[in-house]
């Protein structure tokens, strides 16, 4: 069963524009959360998607969104990117999600601004 | 505000010892407690996952505990090896807004 895919690796911005990162859950799996990595705060739970709905959000401002399909492919979205919003971006799946059971990691987006 | 901290930042061991990793937490209102692992250039890999009504969970040479009265969880590593280095990362859930608060990491290598 193929893992948790993530696209792109690698992407590098300037500020002021926007970026689009994609997720895809492992087959089956109904939930995809997103979560961002940095040096200084660590890991922080962006936000959460069940069944094409957002089911829960961390404390990001209203820049970050994300939708998902149908096919449980999830996206997230950061608009007028700012210097802080360098990181690593790792999207994990799981049949029910809410963080109960066993997530499964995708290797991450690693996005750099300029 | 629940806050997790893992003691020490990093440590390195020789092969064949056994360890234990620190996870400490401020709240105790959990629903569960989480451990991965973190490899260079890759995601996180969830290793153990402790109920809070549970005491401990163990997988292969690890286990992991949980004391919620005192805020505090430990990984055990049995018989460390080489490919056991990597980061360490624990995360408490919430049991009421379901969200995972993590600690820092801690940073493991061992030494052949």
């Known amino acids: 069963k193929a893992g948790v895919t993530q696209t792109p690796r690698y992407l590098i911005k300037t500020r002021g524009q926007q970026v689009t990162l994609s997720c895809s859950p492992i087959s089956g799996h109904r939930s995809v959360s997103w979560y961002q990595q940095t040096p200084g705060q660590g890991l922080q739970f962006l936000f959460e998607?069940?069944?094409?709905?957002?089911?829960n959000k961390g404390n990001f401002p209203g820049r970050f969104s994300g939708r998902q399909f149908s096919n449980s492919r999830s996206e997230m979205n950061v608009s007028t990117l700012e210097l802080g919003d360098s990181a690593l971006y790792l999207c994990?799946?799981?049949?029910?999600?809410?963080?109960?059971?066993?997530?499964?990691f995708g290797p991450g987006t690693r996005l750099l601004v300029l | 505000k629940q806050e997790v901290t893992q003691i020490p930042a990093a440590l390195s061991v020789p092969e064949g010892e056994n360890l234990v990793l620190n996870c400490s937490f401020t709240?105790?209102?959990?629903?569960?407690l989480q451990w991965f692992r973190q490899d260079p250039g890759k995601g996180l890999t969830s290793l153990l996952l402790?109920?809070?009504s549970q005491r401990e969970q163990t997988s292969g040479r690890l286990n992991a505990s949980l004391d919620k009265s005192s805020g505090r969880s430990t990984l055990y590593i049995a018989a460390s090896q080489p490919g056991d280095s990597a980061t360490y990362l624990c995360?408490?859930?919430?049991?009421?807004?379901?969200?995972?608060?993590w600690g820092a990491g801690t940073k493991l290598i061992i030494k052949p």
């Open positions: 709240d105790s209102a959990i629903y569960n």
């Open positions: 994990a799946s799981s049949w029910a999600g809410g963080g109960q059971e066993t997530q499964y």
């Open positions: 998607y069940f069944s094409e709905t957002q089911r």
């Open positions: 402790i109920q809070s």
């Open positions: 995360a408490a859930l919430g049991d009421s807004n379901y969200q995972l608060i």
